[in-house]
């Protein structure tokens, strides 16, 4: 188990330009939009994927997309554009379900959402935006490239089963316990916990979302004081987040 | 919409005693872990489900319950305690799976979750705990007795479809917009956003777990600074994220 801080801030940074552009010095932006400041090294530092997809330029011209047949006919049944389901197929291992107008896919990621993280908003008409090619990885550069190394975590918001409402998760994570596992600590009683997995990643991300909106403008947000849930070492990232499908008792078959 | 504040705080109180009673003051012994100081009127305390259940006296001893026909078939099959089960089944509208020693739940609140939230961590050997009877009744009741009237949450951690570790969400809350319904919002590009809805109540819930830990006895955390998230009204609670079982795409059926 880590320790758990006593207390921690969350601070959403300065707007980051409207547009970036693949290859943008993300870090760069990131640390003008702390105003200059470099981030303390058990600060964690929250990027809403989209930045970072744009930046990475995992951006489709949806006029360029020749959709195949099984688009075309996802496309119909889904009342779809077919080239946006194109994308969506080209992101995706399976389809979970697809019903009234949703696919739910996992992604080659592994992730399970609407759409495979296929997304139209706040990009420009016409294109979509992919999830990165590799989340952990692309947290690993930023947070190579940001002063005194705080975590990084890139994060979505996923649709939930049961429930209302997305949460912000992470689908990528460096420098982060990404769980806390508290199996095999005494309980008050003194009784062994014996299923207490935390995803603390993923509430790092939600913690983030709540000093955003999706639409000022400012997808990176610092959490402050996370004590010795950051890590030197890079460690596994989010992927260690993703449950085999073989394992999941929750989900859609 | 509610506008994001720009930045917040989370901290967690200071331990409650280690066993709480039925009868007990929750709201006395929540001011007095705040050092006897008033919550601001933005505050959300955020109080771990069990305290509350302890507190109104949702605790069962196992050695006064008759398990049924089917607790003894489904305890045999899953190798649980025949009385636990029933306890469990007692709490459940619908099983949705049983499988490898789990039993995923939809509880008669409508929360789907392991054991519809039956759990015997954190509580007398011999004994466990249930969720609060209507866990939203149990917030707008803390928050009136709270002065300033700060906004309530009553969290429990939860497992996921596909992935890995708990997250800690609302199963109760008053005075929080349990939602931010950015839908109609014009995005970056002047696009109108068409799925955004996001789970605050569960991001508070997460949020507040990253400065606490399950055995350490402080299962109450401020967050401040919430701004217009937190409103007069006690609003329609926790119980309006829970999606109704026809209208949902990603769980197991």
């Given at each position: 188990m880590a320790s758990a801080p006593r207390a921690l801030t969350v601070r959403a940074l300065a707007p980051l330009p409207a547009e970036i552009a693949p290859g943008d010095d993300l870090a760069a932006l990131i640390t003008a939009a702390n105003g200059g400041a470099t981030f303390a090294p058990d600060d964690a530092v929250v990027v809403s994927h989209k930045v970072i997809s744009k930046a990475e330029g995992a951006l489709v011209d949806l006029a360029t997309v020749t959709p195949s047949a099984r688009a075309v006919e996802l496309a119909a049944a889904q009342d779809k554009d077919p080239a946006l389901i194109q994308v969506i197929l080209d992101q995706t291992?399976?389809?979970i379900r697809a019903e009234r107008g949703v696919l739910i896919c996992r992604s080659v990621h592994g992730f399970v959402s609407a759409n495979a993280g296929v997304d139209q908003s706040n990009?420009?008409?016409?294109w979509c935006v992919t999830l990165p090619v590799d989340p952990d990885a692309s947290a690993r550069r930023l947070r190579a490239a940001l002063p005194a190394r705080p975590a990084v975590v890139i994060a979505d918001s996923f649709g939930r089963a049961w429930r209302h409402g997305q949460a912000e998760i992470a689908i990528g994570a460096a420098?982060?316990?990404?769980?806390?596992?508290?199996?095999?600590d005494l309980d008050r009683e003194g009784r062994e916990m014996r299923a207490t997995v935390i995803a603390t990643a993923d509430h790092v991300a939600s913690a983030a979302d709540l000093v955003r909106h999706k639409t000022s403008g400012q997808p990176a947000v610092v959490v402050e004081g996370l004590g010795d849930a950051v890590t030197t070492d890079d460690g596994?990232?989010?992927?260690?987040l993703v449950r085999a499908a073989d394992e999941d008792l929750f989900g859609a078959r």
């Amino acid at each position: 188990m880590a320790s758990a801080p006593r207390a921690l801030t969350v601070r959403a940074l300065a707007p980051l330009p409207a547009e970036i552009a693949p290859g943008d010095d993300l870090a760069a932006l990131i640390t003008a939009a702390n105003g200059g400041a470099t981030f303390a090294p058990d600060d964690a530092v929250v990027v809403s994927h989209k930045v970072i997809s744009k930046a990475e330029g995992a951006l489709v011209d949806l006029a360029t997309v020749t959709p195949s047949a099984r688009a075309v006919e996802l496309a119909a049944a889904q009342d779809k554009d077919p080239a946006l389901i194109q994308v969506i197929l080209d992101q995706t291992a399976e389809i979970i379900r697809a019903e009234r107008g949703v696919l739910i896919c996992r992604s080659v990621h592994g992730f399970v959402s609407a759409n495979a993280g296929v997304d139209q908003s706040n990009v420009r008409d016409g294109w979509c935006v992919t999830l990165p090619v590799d989340p952990d990885a692309s947290a690993r550069r930023l947070r190579a490239a940001l002063p005194a190394r705080p975590a990084v975590v890139i994060a979505d918001s996923f649709g939930r089963a049961w429930r209302h409402g997305q949460a912000e998760i992470a689908i990528g994570a460096a420098g982060l316990s990404v769980v806390d596992d508290q199996r095999g600590d005494l309980d008050r009683e003194g009784r062994e916990m014996r299923a207490t997995v935390i995803a603390t990643a993923d509430h790092v991300a939600s913690a983030a979302d709540l000093v955003r909106h999706k639409t000022s403008g400012q997808p990176a947000v610092v959490v402050e004081g996370l004590g010795d849930a950051v890590t030197t070492d890079d460690g596994p990232g989010a992927g260690a987040l993703v449950r085999a499908a073989d394992e999941d008792l929750f989900g859609a078959r």
